[in-house]
Antibody
Framework: QLQLQESGPGLVKPSETLSLTCSVSGGSINRSDYFWGWIRQPPGKGLQWIGSIYYNGTTYYNPSLNSRVTISVDTSKNQFSLKLSSVTAADTAVFYCARDSEVLAAFDSWGQGTLVTVSS | QSALTQPPSASGSPGQSVTISCTGA?????????VSWYQQHPGKAPKLMIYEVSKRPSGVPDRFSGSKSGNTASLTVSGLQAEDEADYYC???????????FGGGTKLTVL
């Protein structure tokens, strides 16, 4: 059974870069029918797609975050990562990694989420 | 890229049916049959309930159904049960470099 697990610092200072990693187990990230995505949810608010990456490194980002986001993949470790630069308090959120299925055109498997707070 | 519009809340009694709407534009909901719905219980990760407008993943009860007309998609939950009480989010493909847009979410209360 596929499992995704987010990891990274739970506290980031304003203006710094938020870095998270998603470790995938129970299946290979190196597949042509899936993208791998990041979605965030500010406390008490809705979901926002951040971006997705293909196993070959092709990336797609939310246009509203494009200038601050970098998503990368490490197929040897079966992981993909998120970097969000110049963070502010408005970036405080639960961050989820998820499998973006090309076949279903949907996010069909999610990590449990990790809360990242931006504060000095 | 604007969020899709959902009613903030919906409610129904056990056994009843409730429908949640999700309104977008011709550039997202109306332009593609790639609408999905997610159920989220408090403190939990979202769970895929409907994909490609009306298809159910394995394991999702057939009480959950989806449809679309023009720029508005809908999720119907029939035979409401206590465990259906949760937040529900719609999501649509929005073209332009493979982007995705979510709705603001609807809190479903089972009375």
């Amino acid at each position: 059974q596929l499992q995704l697990q987010e990891s990274g610092p739970g506290l980031v200072k304003p203006s710094e870069t938020l870095s998270l990693t998603c470790s995938v187990s129970g299946g290979s990230i190196n597949r042509s029918d899936y993208f791998w995505g990041w979605i965030r949810q500010p406390p008490g608010k809705g979901l926002q797609w951040i971006g997705s990456i293909y196993y070959n490194g092709t990336t797609y980002y939310n246009p509203s975050l494009n200038s601050r986001v970098t998503i990368s993949v490490d197929t040897s470790k079966n992981q993909f990562s998120l970097k969000l630069s110049s963070v502010t308090a408005a970036d405080t959120a639960v961050f989820y990694c998820a499998r973006d299925s090309e076949v279903l055109a949907a996010f069909d498997s999610w990590g449990q989420g990790t809360l990242v707070t931006v504060s000095s | 890229q604007s969020a899709l519009t959902q009613p903030p809340s919906a409610s129904g009694s056990p056994g009843q049916s409730v429908t949640i709407s999700c309104t977008g534009a011709s550039s997202d909901v109306g332009g593609y049959d790639y609408v999905s719905w997610y159920q989220q219980h408090p403190g939990k990760a979202p769970k895929l309930m409907i994909y490609e407008v009306s298809k159910r993943p394995s394991g999702v009860p057939d009480r959950f159904s989806g449809s679309k007309s023009g720029n508005t998609a809908s999720l119907t939950v029939s035979g409401l049960q206590a465990e259906d009480e949760a937040d529900y989010y719609c999501n649509s493909y929005a073209g332009s470099i493979n982007s995705w847009v979510f709705g603001g979410g609807t809190k479903l209360t089972v009375l």
